[in-house]
């Protein structure tokens, strides 16, 4: 199972660290991506990072504020998100597929529950 956490209310240009926690699998031979659905939208894929060599992928629109990271160790995927914006007000969510090819077009193996991202003054 997959578990996501982190998300709240925050300042627009505020930060938060989310988490996406894996249980009864190893994370670690997994890519693992970020998705999220604001109200009355679609899923939107966000960044993900591969397994073999870390190598990160993100969507054009959080560039430079968002930065995932892994730490097998702990069986965690990590999304720290920057100078938040009203428009990144989501439901963030993880999945883990052996591709992040596969996660950038929204196809998980496993798939977490999200967490709500609201940015707001």
């Known amino acids: 199972q997959l578990q996501a956490s982190g998300g709240g209310l925050v300042q627009p240009g505020g930060s938060l660290t989310l988490s996406c926690a894996a249980s009864?699998?190893?994370?670690?031979?997994?890519?693992v991506g970020w998705f999220r659905q604001a109200p009355g939208k679609e899923r939107e894929w966000v960044s993900c990072?591969?397994?073999?060599?870390?190598?990160?992928y993100y969507v054009d629109s959080v560039k430079g504020r968002f930065t995932v990271s892994r730490d097998n160790t702990k069986n965690t995927v990590y999304l720290q998100v920057n100078s938040l914006k009203p428009t990144d007000t989501a439901v963030y969510y993880c999945?883990?597929?052996?591709?992040?090819?596969?996660?950038?077009?929204?196809?998980?193996?496993?798939w977490g529950k999200g967490t709500q991202v609201t940015v707001s003054s």
């Open positions: 009864g699998f190893t994370l670690g031979y997994y890519a």
């Open positions: 990072i591969s397994s073999s060599d870390g190598k990160t």
């Open positions: 999945g883990a597929d052996r591709s992040p090819y596969r996660l950038r077009v929204g196809i998980a193996d496993y």
